[in-house]
């Protein structure tokens, strides 16, 4: 009996834990789009980086799943959802964004993560549709800007030796995934344009750890930082925290940096009324 009753409280803790996220897909235009939803609360958005899909922000969602209602979603052509044909810029994929949320028929206001390129469609988006954000957590941001800085200042074979390592560790890399790639270099001019940043809490997160290993990462890492520091000092109130024990993938070489961050937005942007529900669409 005792086996039985204790089997019964390990299923019933298992069903729990997989009750507490809700998949589906959307359709956006003619595209179905895998999003997946978990917790109750003011909503956190999640924005991957180029070429990622929603695993990676399994080390952080959980955890921000105990205080928000936190919706992570698949770019089109990416993880669960279908491709497609529409261009590949940091514009549109902040307007995809946008449709998303809608057809989801997720209320703003939204307090949006986004990570490496995610950090720019999330600055693009809050340029666009700024009564939609409640608070903004850039984790590791980048654009074009930051590929062409660190081209002006490597020599042709540092530049060379750089790329050849890109190629190594991104083997036969597929359309759309190429098409992100291109969409991430060309995103200087747009994030630019998308200053100023609505007044809202910002919280901005710089990886500072170095791999002299990989060619021109040393003064990659400077130059992001320089990078950071401006986006930091033209955003008032902005919080910028440097990570130095993690690179570029905050949420997993540091977790607990990223979800402190949503949790001190999320409680600024509730202290303020930020994050006052709107009617549902």
């Given amino acids: ?76 052509g990416l993880g669960q959802s279908e491709p497609t044909s529409l261009p590949r810029t940091v514009v549109q994929m902040a ?14 206001p939204y307090v949006l993560v986004g990570h490496s390129l995610g950090g720019a469609i999330v600055q693009v988006f809050a340029h666009r549709y700024p009564d939609e954000v409640a608070g903004l957590v ?3 941001p980048e654009d074009g800007r930051l590929i062409q800085l660190l081209h002006s200042r490597l020599t042709a074979t540092e530049w060379t030796a750089r790329q050849r390592a890109l190629d190594e560790a991104m083997p036969n890399m597929p359309p759309l995934m190429q098409a992100e790639l291109r969409a991430a270099n060309e995103s200087g001019d747009e994030v630019a344009r998308a200053l100023p940043l609505p007044l809202v809490p910002v919280a901005l997160l710089t990886g ?5 290993e990989f060619p021109g990462n040393p003064l990659e890492q400077d130059l992001k930082l320089e990078l950071h520091n401006t986006l930091a000092a033209n955003t008032p109130g902005a919080q910028h925290i440097l990570v130095p024990n993690s690179r570029h993938y905050i949420q997993n070489d540091a977790p607990t940096s990223v979800i402190q961050a949503v949790r001190e937005v999320l409680t600024e942007s509730v202290g303020k009324g930020l994050n006052k529900k709107k009617q549902a669409r």
């Fill in 208 to 212: 500072t750890k170095k791999n002299p």
């Fill in 138 to 140: 850039l984790v590791d």
């Fill in 95 to 108: 307007v995809d964004l946008q449709s998303v949320l809608v057809a989801a028929k997720i209320a703003p």
């Fill in 1 to 76: 009996m005792l086996n039985k009753t204790v089997s019964t409280i390990i299923l019933l803790f298992i069903c729990g834990l997989f009750a507490r996220a809700a998949d589906r897909s959307v359709l956006v235009g003619a595209v179905r789009v895998h999003i997946s939803e978990s917790g109750t609360g003011p909503t956190v958005v999640f924005e991957s980086g180029m070429g990622e899909d929603i695993g990676t922000w399994n080390d952080v969602r959980p955890a921000i799943a105990e205080f928000a209602h936190t919706v992570v979603y698949d770019r089109p």
